[in-house]
């Protein structure tokens, strides 16, 4: 299975932001047990190249590392380079996307108009991400009529409450930052054990949408 097929299919994308790197492989795991496949790993996170090689070599057969909050062109190739399988940007940059298609990863820029969501998947983007998505399901089901070709994945917004309705907008994954996974400077057995509650929840929520 490809790492686009894994994405199109696990959907749920796990934003971790500025977690204690010591504690990134137990997090990870905690979520891959509760169903979440798909971790992000942003790159303005604590030893964030550090932290995508530990869950690879650790879990890399049951989670597909990202890294988020890419930039440029240098960032994505470090990340790819540590591991990671996809680039998430909050913006939409040229270089950013040619040199992770030219390295082998799946690019997912982020967007936030019809114009720069056209533009991404031109340059080649493998999904859009629509950032931010808290304006609701309504706009992103607005932007699916004309652009009904281009994959789409909402983030920055979306949670438990709205989730169904993203999805029956035509999303076909979810990015999810503080509403599932929180960056916390105490990883207890309570909270790993929370955290893979709430995935079964977000797994169960797309599941039955």
């Known amino acids: 299975m490809t790492s686009l097929q894994k994405i199109l299919i696990y959907k749920i994308v796990a934003i971790l932001r500025g977690a204690d790197p010591d504690y990134i492989v137990e997090i990870a795991r905690a979520l891959s047990e509760g169903g979440v496949k798909l971790l992000e790993i942003t790159l303005n996170s604590p030893d964030a190249l550090g932290a995508i090689e ?3 070599d ?10 988020g909050t890419v930039l440029d062109g240098e960032a994505a190739a470090a990340a790819i380079s540590a591991g990671a ?31 720069e969501i056209l533009q991404a998947h031109r ?16 706009y992103f089901s607005d932007l699916r009529g ?16 709205n989730i169904r309705e ?17 960056a916390t400077p105490a990883v207890t ?17 797309i599941t039955h949408a």
């Open 54 to 56: 530990r869950v690879v």
């Open 58 to 67: 650790r879990l890399g057969d049951q989670i597909l590392v990202g890294a």
């Open 85 to 115: 399988k996809f680039i998430i940007s909050p913006s939409l940059d040229r270089a950013t996307i040619e040199t992770t298609k030219k390295l082998g990863a799946i690019s997912i820029p982020g967007a936030f108009t019809a114009t």
């Open 123 to 138: 340059w080649g983007a493998d999904i859009v991400k629509v950032f931010p998505a808290s304006v609701g399901p309504g």
């Open 146 to 161: 004309p652009l009904p070709h281009i994959p789409l994945m909402p983030t920055g917004g979306v949670n438990l409450d």
């Open 166 to 182: 993203f999805f029956k907008a035509g999303a076909v994954a979810f990015g999810i930052g503080s509403a599932l996974v929180k």
């Open 189 to 205: 057995g309570e909270y790993l054990q929370q955290l893979k509650t709430r995935a079964e929840q977000y797994i169960q929520a």
